[in-house]
């Protein structure tokens, strides 16, 4: 039957992600036993939101390596594609590191104070290379997707995982944080990176590179590659910028301060519990040789929406949600208090999530996915809208911002399928 199949393949990932996920929420918890806590994790926050941003057109390139390396010219021409792109996000972080555009981007446009504009631009700069490591961890993940060990993926993130929570233990108490707080997250990412992808490569290294190494006389080409990619990365960016533009406008309110340190929370903690839907797009390609399989898939996406839902109903509509906040994040009690609202509206994202994996599975599969550029802008739309006339209503800046992000992954998600439903498929 073909959901154990399912469940085999997506199993790994659910752990990939939700493991992934944890690392936000324990490297928030060390910050916030720092000195300064709220200067940085605001700062903090807004620096990792615009790397993001500047990262957010490689978030489907596994689903890249995936669909289009068939043979060793493929592999290599997608290769060649990753380091390129990778090179050009890493100038984009220089500019804000170490000339004015990053000073008008970060001190103008939110209104920072000079201190904590050097606290985000010192981050930059330390994250120039980390385009290029997580570019080559999505390539060899997808190479793994395509032979279906989803598995040392799972592995990969878990040890980097183990090894970012043992430097946040071990560097906690070290001089060389409690003198500069925000060196934590700076150490501690890379070397979780730096775990991941060594586990990655050694898997494709065992296990895919054999599998592909072949020659064959169709030909992949750039243009071919920057035409399926195009779409994907347009509306991986547009998503991207959702939460640097929310950062913009909630940092500029009167409680900014407070309300990024909150939103820095809340984010992953928000994202731990459904994150991993996205990855299920990558059933349909994945299982595209099985009889009827695009129904069993649909099935198989409303099911576990629907228990990535319950899940947060149950970690943010009950006491456990203090548990976490408090004793697991270690958050004082304004912090603390500022979480609970948003948390609660985090907890309709699943539902919205899995159907837009439904969504993008389908355009993957069909090699259509210009019809899916237009939902990227669409969110962003709905987000500015939402974060004008909500203001309107007197909430505290998080709980706004994070209704705005809801806003926007409803409409994008009604865009896409809008986009795919012109796509005649069984």
């Known amino acids: 039957m073909l959901y154990s199949r399912f469940i085999r393949f997506i199993f790994p990932l659910f752990i990939t992600l939700v493991v992934f996920g944890?690392?936000?929420?324990i490297l928030n918890g060390g910050m916030a036993r720092l000195p300064d806590a709220a200067q940085t994790l605001a700062g903090f926050g807004i620096a990792w939101g615009l790397t993001s941003l500047?990262?957010?057109?490689?978030?489907?390139?596994?689903?890249?390596?995936?669909?289009?390396?068939?043979?060793?010219?493929?592999?290599?021409?997608?290769?060649?594609?990753?380091?390129?792109?990778?090179?050009?996000m890493g100038l984009v972080l220089f500019l804000l590191a170490l000339t004015p555009v990053g000073f008008y981007f970060i001190e103008k446009l939110h209104r920072l104070d000079s201190d904590l504009t050097a606290i985000i631009r010192h981050v930059f700069l330390w994250f120039i290379p980390y385009p290029l490591l997580e570019g080559l961890i999505r390539f060899y993940s997808g190479l793994l997707f395509r032979v279906h060990r989803t598995e040392i993926t799972t592995v990969a993130t878990v040890m980097g995982i183990c090894s970012s929570v043992l430097a946040v233990l071990v560097l906690l108490q070290t001089e060389l944080i409690q003198s500069y707080p925000i060196r934590l997250p700076i150490i501690v990412i890379y070397v979780g990176l730096v775990t991941h992808l060594?586990?990655?490569?050694?898997?494709?290294?065992?296990?895919?590179?054999?599998?592909l190494d072949v020659e064959t006389e169709k030909v992949l080409s750039y243009r071919y590659i920057l035409h399926f990619f195009w779409p994907l990365a347009l509306t991986m960016a547009v998503q991207g910028i959702s939460r640097p533009i929310v950062n913009l406008v909630i940092s500029r309110g009167a409680d900014g301060v407070e309300a990024m340190a909150i939103l820095t929370v809340v984010y992953s903690l928000g994202h731990l519990p459904y994150g991993w839907l996205n990855e299920l797009r990558s059933l349909a390609p994945a299982f595209k040789a099985e009889t009827n399989s695009l129904q069993q898939i649909k099935k198989f996406i409303g099911a576990c929406g629907l228990f990535s839902f319950s899940v947060m109903i149950l970690a943010y509509w009950t006491p456990v949600r203090e548990t976490i906040l408090v004793e697991f994040m270690g958050l004082s009690g304004a912090i603390a208090e500022g979480c609970k609202m948003p948390l609660m509206i985090f907890t309709f994202f699943p539902i919205v999530?899995?159907?837009?994996?439904?969504?993008?599975?389908?355009?993957?599969?069909?090699?259509?996915?210009?019809s899916l550029a237009a939902s990227g802008p669409a969110r962003v739309m709905a987000i500015i809208l939402a974060l004008v006339l909500l203001p309107l209503t007197g909430l505290p800046g998080a709980t706004i911002g994070v209704t705005a992000l809801l806003c926007g992954f409803v409409f994008e998600t009604t865009t896409a399928a809008i986009g795919i439903r012109k796509i005649k498929y069984i």
């Open 198 to 211: 060594g586990v990655v490569y050694w898997g494709y290294l065992r296990f895919s590179r054999n599998l």
């Open 54 to 88: 500047v990262i957010s057109p490689f978030g489907q390139l596994n689903q890249l390596a995936l669909v289009l390396s068939n043979n060793r010219q493929s592999k290599k021409r997608i290769l060649n594609f990753v380091l390129i792109c990778s090179g050009l």
């Open 22 to 25: 944890l690392e936000g929420p």
């Open 353 to 370: 999530v899995a159907i837009r994996a439904h969504f993008h599975g389908i355009a993957l599969l069909k090699h259509q996915t210009s």
